[in-house]
């Protein structure tokens, strides 16, 4: 009876991990480039009490055997890296990368960074810099002049000056694509460090070696989808209310056994 108690212990568990992942893809629902993530859950140890194909008394093998599994536990989360919808901003430095890629983002400590959020600014140096004042790599300057500011689809930044009808370049936005982007360690503020799992960086021009290309204007909007999570919570919830019944049931088995 005790084996029963830890186990639903273990489905309760689970079901809070699954709630705690759904709770954070609908807090994020309205930020810009976020990727929804899934639980991945597996079965704990089993108790061998008959081992399948074993030797009988009467010289048969034991066609099934007897088995009891001790529940079940998460052991990872998977990042869902499907393209959000694009919403128009019209504002030049709003970019969306249609397809795969990241952003490159330089961060103090001197490491890159990758993110899907395209919201850019220019600070007050005019450098291209993110909401939290980290500019892309490599860096691109925009000086205070520049009347309009253009971002073509492979990545090329160019300005106008006054009174010079000719465009200016400053430069060129690099996209970065991984084998394995579902490794990518999330830090936080919408950006990604390589891993060793997500192997190394494929660094490059957009619209080149199967990235894609950059949207201005645009932004791209997060992938969670209100209706599935809220089936998701539902089951979550409906789990672990039965785990909690089964730690309910076995504890008046056990209190009936005591009263014997």
Known sequence: MMRA???????MDASQFQLDIVSNNLANVNTVGFKRSIGVFE??????????????????????????????AAVATNRIFAEGNLQQTGQPLDMAVDGDGFFRILLPSGTTAY????????????????ADGYPLNPNINIP???????VS???????????????????????TTFINPQGLESMGSNLYLQTA????????????????????????????????????????????????????????????????
């Open 5 to 11: 108690l830890y186990i639903a212990k273990t489905g």
């Open 43 to 72: 079965d704990l140890y089993y108790q061998t009490l008959r081992q399948p194909g074993g030797q009988l008394a009467n010289g048969n093998a034991t066609p099934t055997g007897l088995q009891v599994g001790t529940g079940a």
């Open 115 to 130: 993110t899907r959020n395209g919201q850019f600014q220019r600070s007050s140096t005019g450098d291209i810099v993110n």
């Open 144 to 150: 205070a002049t520049a009347t309009r500011i253009t």
């Open 153 to 175: 689809a492979n990545g090329v930044v160019q300005y106008y000056l006054a009174n010079n009808p000719a465009p200016q370049t400053a430069g060129n936005i690099q996209l």
């Open 197 to 260: 799992a997500s192997g190394d960086p494929q660094d490059g021009d957009p619209q080149t070696d199967s990235r894609g290309s950059i949207q201005s204007g645009f932004v791209e909007a997060s992938n969670v989808n209100v209706t599935s999570e809220l089936v998701n919570m539902i089951t979550a919830q409906r789990s672990y209310e039965m785990n909690s019944r089964a730690i309910t049931t076995a504890d008046q088995m056990l209190q009936k056994l005591s009263s014997m």
